[in-house]
Structures are given as structure tokens and as C-alpha cells.
């Protein structure tokens, strides 16, 4: 943390807040009150005429602000730049307003005077914010367009990314400022609408300050993670959500990308069949705990690579396979699936493989996930799917390195992949990593209870099958951690087959379970309590049964297994309690699923 961070903090705990409705329109209030206050007389005309254009300008600036938002939101670059000059402006002629020896003068007066000194630094702070947080970053984005933003012939144009790197050090340095000057401003003994204002335009700088850091942050290591210093190697790993693992899928395909000073290129690819099979040989040095809970076999087999909550356990699980089987380094791993590219899919449009086939957003799900395995069946069918998946990863590559998607649209359905925890990504490198930890695109659970209160229910099919084409799940947390003081957190979790005797009568050895075919199929279900809490109790219905409990990740776990025929539906059910001390408001995580879990959280009494 920063030390103008933690002046930040240490105003912001100074100052009264209340939580009680707070105005939007806090610039009109405070201007419309300059107005109030001033006294009869010559000096009071004149501080008059000034409150009114005081006013004037704040409301000005206040509307340009959301034009700003709106702008910024469409991607209209030139537009965000004409408004942050008026903004600018705006807030200047306000200053300037303020910057009066009558109105000094009267900053003296008792009563009248501490508001009107309140008003004039309140002012001053937002003239800081429009003339060096957005101005700066204004300016660079005047010179941006949406096509400049597009990949070119694989490449990402890099220096618009230093650029805004260079203003977002700018604007978090103001904001910083402008955050503690606020904090400073003495707003004891001011009337009820200056107060809620500084108190307002303080949690909104304290908010606005955090989020720029943040992406400042997260900007700063873009230019190297593109190869701004150097080569770098990644591994993008294929999840296949039709054998489910806690985060998604097992490793189907892997494919090496490169990238030198923004130049992207596919180097090699490979498919979990690459590597090595011997239950002998861990690649790493196993956590005894971690096999116990998930067997031995996640440092032996890549494709169980993912059968743990947490995206970094996959992501040095497979670096390690990579180097040892394939060879070379590995500056990160980046995790996509099915569901995700059908997202950017709808940014791209279709793209057409050399097969004949048409990869869509709608079709690419059950394509790439159930359609494939009945096409290739026999015993070269595995190596017929996986260069299959090799080739559709090649040509989605090419769809979104080479202009073919509207940047707007691209981030958009990469923004969806990555808050459904279907897009996650890790660094080798230690800076950047701690950076990534921050982010959702972690895939990591919270650690603790500050921000939210999180459970998890997370599935495993070990049935060595492509059978979670056919499941369906649901998944509900009741808890009372907004009313008692020693919470309770029960987790409820459905499971539901919806295969038929009669497809199952079709099915390709390759899909069905390699132990019972078509007859029954076996998931395990990891439910994990929030940090902090502790095992109390659990329930199965028929086909269901708890194997153990233990912690894992700074959380109590209990592991199930349940079996399930076509057209079966079975329960589980876990209990945790938590001791008393500070909760956030209660989530629940889950896998991303193929079929995507219904989640609901029971919580009376959290807003």
C-alpha cells in the first residue's frame, strides 16, 4: 500500500459517514447553499452573482461527467476528449469563483464562513480531479479509435498500452491527492447539505481512487506480459466441460502461443494423450494432503489437472508437464472453455474450419462438447477429437487476432468468461502474479471474509466418461450471517441425469462411463465452507454418500460421491458454522458447468 493510500485511508476514517440516503446531485446542494448563506449588501450581491455561477458550472460539470461515462462505455474516443476539455472548463470557472478576496473575506464570517470555506475546497478538489485524473487520461484516448484497438496480422499495437499507462500513473496520483484534501476539509459545524456533500464527494474519490489504482496497477504489467521486454511463452489450456472438474473441465488440448513485442504467433499444441502416464512419476512434489483429498493421480495425469478450486494448483501442475514432456519455458497459463468461446464466438461471427464445419456461437458448445464423440468413434477416435479441438483452437486464433471482432463487443464477451470463471490466467513471474491475485481472472477463492462471505460447491465426474453433457445441478446456501453472531452456513446441492435409456443406447464407448457404459455414471461433489467456519454436520439422499471431511484452502470441505442412472436425481447437504466476528455480505461459488449451475443464496436481513 501506497503512503498517499494510507493518507487516504486515515482522512477517510477521520471523516463522518453516514448512511443515511445520500443525493446524487451533491454539486447542485452545495452550490444552491452559497446562495443561502451570503448576507444583504453590496459584498453579498456580489458573493450572490459568484454562487450563481458557481452553481451554473458544478451542475455543467456534473452532467458532463455521465456524457463521460456514457462515451467511454461506446468506445467514442474523439467524443470523451471534447468533453473532458469542457469538463476542465467547467470546473476551472467554478475555482475561479471561489478564488475571490470578497470570498476570503467572508470565510471569515462565523457560521457562514466554515461552509463557505468548505464549499471552496470542495471545488478545488473536484477541479483537481477533472484537470489531472481525466484530463490526461482524456487525452490519450483522443487519439484512440476502435480499429487502432484491433489486432492487426496477429500483432497488438503496444504503444497506445504505454501511453495510458503513463496517464493512469497521472490520474491515480491526483485522485490520491484529491481524496486526502477532501478528507481534510473541516466540515464540523456545517450545515446538514455541505457535510453529506464532502462526505458524498469523499467515499466517491476514496471508490475512484482504489478502482484507478487498481487498473493502473494491472496496465503497468500488460507491455512486458505482450512481450514489451522479451519473448514470452504461454499455454492456453482447453477445458472439457463434458468431464467435469472443480474448475471447469479436464485439460483436453493445450496449445503454445508466443508473443514478441505485441506479435502473436501458435507455436506447438498438444492434447493430454502428449503426456506421460506413470502413476509412479508425480511431476511435482505432491502436497499429501491435496492427494489424499483429490487422489494421487492430479500430479500424474495433466488432465486432472484442474480437480482443485484454485487455478494456480492447475496452472504449475501443467507448466510442469509442459517443461518436462514437451520441453521449454512457460511464462503462464491461460484457461478458456467451451462456453467462453461461444461468447467470443458472438464477437467474431462464425468462422468455418477445414473439416466443412461452421464454429458458431450457437452450435459451438454441443459441437465441441457431444457431437464430435458420436462423428469419431472407434479407436482412433481420441486422436480424431483431439485434432479436432487442435484445429478449432487454430482458427478461433486467427478469428480473434486478426480484426475480425469489434473491440467493444470482444471485451464484452471476454468480460463474461472471465466473471463466470471460464477465462482465468497465471504468471510465472512473481510481480505479475501478485497483480493477477486480485483480480477474478485469478480463479482463486477469497481468503477471507472482508469483501465476501464465500462458499463453494464444486463437482468432479470420475466416471472416466463425457457424461456431464447429461447433467444437470443446482445448488442453494441458507445462512443467517446477517442476523446471528455465530453464523451457520448450509449448502444444498442437487444432481439430476438427464440421459435416457434410449440415448444411452447410442452412445460411443468414448462418452459413456468406462466402467458401467450407459448405466450409471459417478461424481464427486466437493462443498466447501467459508473461511474461518468449521464442519458441523451433513446429509445424503439415496445414490449419495460422504467420504470424508478435511480443510482445504483455509476452508472446511466435505467430499461426496454420488451415483446416478439415467433420469436419477440425488442430494447432498452440508452444514458449517462460523464464530463471531466480521462477515460480508454471502456468495456462493461454483463450477462453471457446461450446464451452468442454478445458484441461490437465502440470506434474510443482507441487503
Not at 459584498?43 to 454562487?51: I, Q
Not at 455521465?66 to 468533453?83: N, R, S
Not at 477532501?182 to 450545515?191: A, K, M
Not at 497459463?333 to 467451451?338: A, E, G, Q, T
Request: charged content about 15%; some cysteine; glycine content about 8%.
Amino acid at each position: 500500500m501506497t503512503d498517499s493510500t494510507l493518507n487516504r485511508s486515515a482522512a477517510s476514517a477521520s471523516r463522518p459517514r453516514h448512511t443515511k440516503r445520500r443525493t446524487r446531485r451533491w454539486l447542485i446542494t452545495v452550490a444552491v447553499f452559497v446562495g443561502v448563506v451570503i448576507v444583504g449588501g453590496a459584498a453579498g450581491g456580489w458573493l450572490a452573482s459568484r454562487a450563481l455561477t458557481v452553481k451554473t458550472e458544478l451542475e455543467a460539470a456534473q452532467s458532463l461527467v455521465g456524457t463521460l461515462k456514457t462515451q467511454a462505455a461506446a468506445m467514442d474516443f474523439v467524443g470523451v476528449g471534447a468533453t473532458s476539455t469542457a469538463l476542465s472548463a467547467a470546473t476551472s470557472k467554478a475555482v475561479d469563483q471561489t478564488d475571490d478576496p470578497v470570498w476570503r473575506a467572508a470565510e471569515s464570517i462565523p457560521f457562514a464562513g466554515v461552509n463557505l470555506t468548505a464549499v471552496r475546497e470542495l471545488a478545488e478538489a473536484i477541479d483537481v480531479v477533472a484537470q489531472d485524473a481525466v484530463a490526461p487520461i482524456a487525452t490519450v484516448a483522443s487519439n484512440l479509435s476502435a480499429a487502432s484497438l484491433k489486432p492487426v496480422d496477429g500483432r497488438i499495437d503496444l504503444e497506445p498500452i504505454v501511453d495510458l499507462n503513463a496517464a493512469l500513473i497521472a490520474a491515480s496520483t491526483a485522485l490520491d491527492s484529491a481524496a486526502v484534501s477532501v478528507g481534510n476539509i473541516e466540515l464540523d459545524g456545517t450545515i446538514g447539505q455541505v457535510e453529506e456533500a464532502g462526505t458524498t464527494l469523499g467515499t466517491l474519490l476514496d471508490g475512484a481512487a482504489t478502482t484507478v489504482s487498481d487498473v493502473s496497477s494491472i496496465s503497468s504489467v500488460v507491455p512486458d506480459m505482450l512481450g514489451a521486454s522479451g519473448p514470452r511463452s504461454y499455454i492456453l489450456l482447453f477445458q472439457n466441460l463434458a468431464e467435469t472438474t472443480a474448475l471447469g473441465g479436464t485439460a483436453a488440448a493445450l496449445t503454445e502461443i508466443t508473443i514478441d513485442a505485441g506479435q502473436i504467433s501458435i507455436a506447438r499444441q498438444a492434447s493430454s494423450q502428449t503426456f506421460l502416464r506413470d502413476d509412479s512419476l508425480p511431476v511435482l512434489a505432491g502436497d499429501p494432503k491435496l492427494a489424499a483429498l483429490y487422489s494421487p493421480l492430479i500430479y500424474t495425469r495433466l488432465n486432472l489437472a484442474t480437480s482443485r478450486p484454485d487455478f494456480p494448483t492447475a496452472a504449475q501442475i501443467t507448466q510442469a508437464f509442459w517443461q518436462r514432456d514437451v520441453g521449454g519455458a512457460v511464462d503462464g497459463v491461460i484457461s478458456v472453455d467451451p462456453a467462453a468461446l461461444s461468447y467470443m464466438l458472438g464477437a467474431t461471427g462464425p468462422v468455418t474450419m477445414s473439416t466443412g464445419d461452421v464454429l458458431s456461437k450457437e452450435n459451438a458448445v454441443a459441437l465441441l462438447l457431444n457431437e464430435i464423440y458420436f462423428r469419431y468413434q472407434g479407436r482412433d477416435g481420441p486422436d480424431r477429437t483431439d485434432a479436432f479441438f487442435a484445429e478449432a483452437a487454430r482458427t478461433m486464433f486467427g478469428a480473434v487476432t486478426n480484426s475480425q471482432a469489434e473491440p467493444q463487443a470482444m471485451l464484452s464477451a471476454v468480460s463474461q468468461g472471465v466473471n463466470e470463471h471460464r477465462i482465468m490466467a497465471w504468471s510465472s513471474h512473481p510481480e505479475e502474479q501478485k497483480i493477477l491475485e486480485g483480480t477474478t481472472l485469478a480463479g482463486i477463492l477469497p481468503t477471507t471474509n472482508e469483501s465476501s462471505t464465500t462458499a463453494g460447491v464444486f463437482f468432479r465426474d470420475t466416471s472416466t466418461s463425457k457424461m456431464d453433457f447429461y447433467l444437470e445441478t443446482g445448488a442453494t446456501l441458507s445462512t443467517d450471517v446477517c442476523t446471528s453472531a455465530t453464523p451457520t452456513f448450509t449448502t444444498t446441492v442437487n444432481l439430476h441425469s438427464t440421459m435416457t435409456p434410449e440415448i444411452g443406447k447410442t452412445l460411443p464407448a468414448y462418452v459413456a462411463s468406462g466402467f458401467w457404459g450407459a448405466d450409471l455414471f459417478r461424481t464427486e461433489v466437493y462443498v466447501y465452507g467459508p473461511p474461518g467456519t468449521t464442519y458441523v454436520s451433513s446429509g445424503a439422499a439415496a445414490g449419495a454418500a460422504l467420504d470424508t471431511t478435511t480443510d482445504d484452502l483455509g476452508r472446511p470441505v466435505a467430499k461426496f460421491t454420488v451415483m446416478l442412472a439415467p433420469g436419477q436425481t440425488s442430494e447432498v447437504a452440508v452444514t458449517f458454522s462460523g464464530p463471531e466476528a466480521n462477515y460480508a455480505v454471502p456468495e456462493l461459488r461454483t463450477t462453471p458447468m457446461l450446464n451452468p449451475t442454478t445458484v441461490a443464496v437465502d440470506a434474510p436481513g443482507c441487503v
